[in-house]
């Protein structure tokens, strides 16, 4: 349960070292929010999931939580290996 807390806190850190660069901290603070909402709404759907895997409307919300998470995880870590390599 610490590893999305651990993956929350890449696009919070990018926007600490963007900070100056206004554009990257609104994109680093966006994607921390998306990833943080759709953290949550996963956390409540994942117990639903697997008594439900390809049955009904909750599956395919579950799935479509899950994938916005998943995006907003990689795009979390992409900010920071940019806001790392742009403070180089």
Do not use: C, K, N
Not at 19 to 25: N, R, Y
Not at 33 to 61: D, K
Not at 68 to 84: M, N
Request: net charge positive; glycine share 8%.
């Amino acid at each position: 349960m610490l590893t999305p807390w651990l993956l929350l806190a890449a696009p919070v850190i990018a926007a600490v070292l963007f900070w100056g660069t206004w554009a990257g901290v609104a994109l680093a603070a966006a994607i921390a929010v998306v990833q943080f909402l759709s953290f949550r709404r996963t956390e409540r759907f994942s117990s639903r999931v697997w008594r439900a895997v390809g049955h009904g409307r909750r599956s395919r919300e579950a799935r479509a939580a899950d994938g916005l998470y998943l995006v907003s995880v990689v795009a979390g870590l992409a900010v920071l290996v940019v806001a790392v390599v742009g403070r180089l």
